[in-house]
């Protein structure tokens, strides 16, 4: 599998951006983020099914990772409050939510990711 880094760069800031505006629909917002964002990362990547797939799994992946460090700062900073048991409980919350958003943002861009460069290939 080749991996387009341009695509994967591309799919990466929209599903940052997309998701940004998605938070106001929490979770639709968060999974089309991952979709359009892995299906424009598969279809500049181009390819077989697989290096869409791959593309888009990684885009999905990197936002997901960033996002989740992220948040894991802001929950350890604001569980400051409640001391360093409160910053380690907040940020570990944080991360495991975080966990489970870098799999759907995974799943759904490399499932988009395919059907894109199954577009461009048409």
């Known amino acids: 599998m080749n991996t387009d880094w341009r695509a994967v760069g591309v799919g990466f800031i929209l599903i940052l951006v997309v998701g940004a505006v998605g938070l106001t629909l929490p ?5 089309g983020a991952g979709l359009i964002g892995g299906f424009a990362a598969g279809y500049l990547a181009g390819g077989s099914l697989g290096d869409g797939a791959w593309n888009g799994l990684l885009a999905g992946s990197i936002s997901g990772v960033v996002l989740t460090l992220l948040l894991s700062l802001v929950g350890g900073v604001l569980g400051l409050a409640g001391g360093p048991l409160g910053a380690f409980l ?21 499932i988009a990711g395919a059907v894109g460069s199954w577009v461009k290939g048409r």
């Open 27 to 31: 979770v639709l917002g968060q999974i």
């Open 90 to 110: 907040g940020g570990a919350g944080v991360f495991l939510v975080g966990l489970f958003v870098t799999l759907v943002f995974a799943v759904d861009s490399a």
